[in-house]
């Protein structure tokens, strides 16, 4: 009896990238690997590397949790997924992480953009738009964890203070800067303003590697020297940063490692987030069989280039397990103590905890010294650490503060190639759009932006 050459593991919807009609997809495990394979009327068959790591890929769905849904949906549920988004009601996750773009401009062209954003395009929203849109999110979230002001380039707005005042005024835990940090490290006045808005205010900068010919790839410059002197400022200031690694395979995957380790090493530093290439935008020659790199390739080349962590220290994070992964590690006196191994997933399984953002415990400092005790055991240092795991206060006590966790994060946003419904339907990063709708990061740069609506109402046309 003939058999597969490969073992059927399950079914989901996925997206045509060509025509990006909802399609039936397999999930299979083929050669050590996980691979998507869809059929459209069209244009044929296709087959995409999801994972090359098949029994993380399983446990995925041991850290499924019951969803947390916003306050409200601002869209009707009609076309089904992903043509409906605003939330509609069948999503099945709230905002854990809210992008407010508050200009088209920027003052760079990144070969890798997803928003397509130059010197030359589009337009900066007006200070009242833009209130608006931070209005929405505290409408759908009452009291929004992570608010992030985006772009474009955020910083060359007009009204970029005025923005953050705003904001501050708003019930908005945690709000962060998503930067290119030209103007950090040109305008030390600029950044000792920015570090006014401390505590809860965090600098997301880009840092995609240290070697010239790869920057003059990804962002069409040779940035080191720059993102170089913006640490410096941020670093003189302690002002909360993260650096933000977009990755593309064979280009710099190699430097995951060092740039963790680098990143360990500066004062101001409180995590690197590393972010597979999305198919959108500019990357219109991207090689989607050659040039993505998925999460759990992330996952293993951090464990191969850095002795910091091991296997189960990176590990899924529930409110959206396909596509987010994170690791934990406390900085104490120059060492460095993963934390993460010794979580047990029913902790982080507690929907009053939120795994991407730093909320307040007032009972922090004491759990922290309770976990670290040298008469501790493993068992009883897992009755606490969940509790730290995604908060860490700014508080007094001498040699414990904020600046001692740091969080390692993969964030992949899937595309076209990748879709799996399944997911989106979990997507906990989302954009705030120039109609107020609240959109899915992915589903934003597919059908949502000013290009691509075109093509969604066609899409629509059909299913009607």
């Known amino acids: 009896m003939p058999t597969r050459n490969y073992t059927y593991y399950d079914f989901t919807l996925s997206l045509c990238p060509e025509c990006l009609r909802r399609i039936d997809a397999k999930i299979i495990f083929e050669n050590e690997n996980v691979y998507m394979l869809k059929r459209c009327h069209d244009h044929g068959t296709s087959k995409v590397l999801i994972a090359d790591d098949i029994e993380y890929y399983k446990n995925i769905r041991n850290y499924n949790k019951p969803s947390d849904l916003p306050h409200k949906f601002n869209t009707k549920t009609h076309f089904g ?18 992008v407010v773009e508050v200009t088209d401009r920027c003052n760079l062209s990144c070969p890798t953009c997803y928003a397509g954003s130059s010197p030359t395009y589009g337009r900066h929203r007006t200070l009242e738009e833009i209130k608006k849109m931070l209005d929405t999110v505290v409408a759908n979230e009452k009291e929004p964890d992570v608010v992030q002001i985006s ?41 000792k303003r920015l570090a006014t808005y401390m505590p809860d205010f965090e600098v997301y900068l880009q840092f995609d590697s240290f070697k010239k010919e790869v920057l003059e790839k990804m962002r069409g410059a040779n940035l080191l020297k720059i993102r170089e002197k913006a640490l410096e400022n941020l670093n003189e200031l302690n002002l909360s940063t993260t650096l933000v690694v977009t ?49 759990t390739e992330v996952r293993r080349k951090i464990l191969e280039q850095t002795p910091i962590f091991k296997s189960d220290d990176i590990i899924p994070v529930p409110c959206n397990p396909d596509s987010l992964a994170m690791g934990y590690v406390l900085k104490i006196g120059g ?19 939120n795994t991407i953002v730093y909320e307040q415990d007032e009972h922090l400092h004491g759990k922290m010294l309770e976990l670290f005790s040298t ?68 589903t934003m740069n597919l059908f949502y932006r000013d290009d691509k609506k075109e093509t969604l109402e066609k899409l629509r046309n059909e299913i009607a």
Do not use: W
């Open 375 to 442: 008469g501790n055991s493993v068992e009883k240092s897992n009755e606490h650490l969940h509790s730290i795991l995604c908060c860490l206060p700014q508080i007094d006590a001498p040699n414990l503060s904020y600046d001692n966790l740091f969080r390692v994060i993969i964030m992949q946003f899937i595309d076209a190639y990748n879709f799996d419904v399944r997911s989106i339907k979990k997507s906990c990063v989302h954009i705030v759009d120039k109609d107020n709708n609240i959109i899915p990061f992915e």
């Open 81 to 98: 997924c992903p043509y409906d988004c605003g939330l509609c009601p069948d999503h099945e996750q709230h905002s854990c992480l809210t």
């Open 151 to 191: 772009g474009g380039e955020p910083t060359i707005h007009p009204q970029f203070f005025e923005i953050l005042d705003y904001a501050k005024t708003l019930p908005i835990k945690h709000l962060m800067l998503n930067t290119n940090g030209i103007k950090i490290a040109m305008d030390f006045d600029f950044a």
């Open 335 to 353: 060492e460095v103590f993963p934390l993460t191994r010794y979580v047990n997933p029913a902790d982080l399984l507690d929907s009053s905890k």
């Open 247 to 295: 990755l593309q395979k064979g280009l710099n995957d190699d430097e995951i490692g060092k740039i963790i380790e680098f990143a360990l090493k500066q004062r101001c530093v409180r995590g690197v987030t590393l972010q597979p290439t999305q198919i959108a935008g500019r990357l219109e020659n991207f090689n989607s069989q050659t040039d993505r790199i998925t999460l």
